[in-house]
């Protein structure tokens, strides 16, 4: 997985989905903020590309900016499309996987 630390520039809009490009076979990342109180993350997931099940210590939100998604939560599967966010809360296992590829903003609350 690729990660560049490249924050948005103050007073300019952007479209988000087109701020991280696909790679094939691949998961691209693209931090927007990060910070002690959180982070701000876009991925971009090749189609068959995933995250192993894991927890975090604070709550995080899924934001689908293309295609389709599935994020497994405790056990629950749940396929957001774009346009659609899932809070996936602090200390539970969770996993997402690219059954197709697509863009997500991930925000992070550590507090």
Do not use: W
């Not at 927007?32 to 991925?43: C, E, Y």
């Not at 998604?69 to 396929?79: A, D």
């Amino acid at each position: 997985m690729s990660k560049t630390a490249e924050p948005m520039s103050p007073a300019q809009a952007i479209r988000l989905a087109e701020y991280v490009q696909y790679a094939a076979g691949s998961i691209v990342s693209r931090a927007l903020v990060q910070k002690p109180v959180g982070s701000i993350t876009l991925f971009a997931f090749d189609a068959g590309q995933g995250l192993n099940e894991h927890t975090a210590p604070y709550d995080a939100y899924v934001q689908i900016l293309d295609g389709e998604g599935e994020v497994v939560i405790g056990g629950q599967v749940v396929n957001p499309k774009c346009g659609e966010t899932v809070l996936i809360p602090a200390n539970v296992p969770h996993a997402v996987n690219a059954r197709q590829r697509f863009k997500m903003l991930l925000t992070m609350i550590r507090g």
